[in-house]
């Protein structure tokens, strides 16, 4: 299985930009994640139109607003937490 996460900035902080690296890593053992940073497809408005009927599933991971940053950690560690439980192991322990 293959998981693509598309963001619309790069990482700047070199803490979460680690442990990005590191639920990556987790994640290797279960699927295979590319992250892409396209800023170039970012418009004034935010997403480009016509992007969000190009993905095959959307979440809304809370109705606050969180940095580009933050969620794509957040989203990794949700993947993350998901395999795991699924493999038997002991994350949710």
């Known amino acids: 299985m293959k998981i693509s996460i598309v963001s619309y900035q790069k990482n700047r902080n070199a803490e979460l930009q680690g442990a990005e690296g590191e639920y990556l890593k ?15 497809w970012k418009d004034a408005e935010g997403v480009p139109q016509g992007v969000e ?15 580009h940053q933050l969620v794509r950690l ?6 993350y937490r998901s395999f795991d439980i699924l493999a038997g192991g002991r994350y949710h322990k």
Do not use: M, Y
Request: proline share 0%.
């Open 26 to 40: 987790r994640l290797s053992r279960h699927v295979n994640v590319e992250l892409h940073a396209i800023g170039k």
């Open 53 to 67: 009927r190009q993905g095959q599933e959307r979440w809304s991971l809370s109705s606050l607003t969180f940095s």
């Open 74 to 79: 957040l989203l990794l560690e949700a993947l």
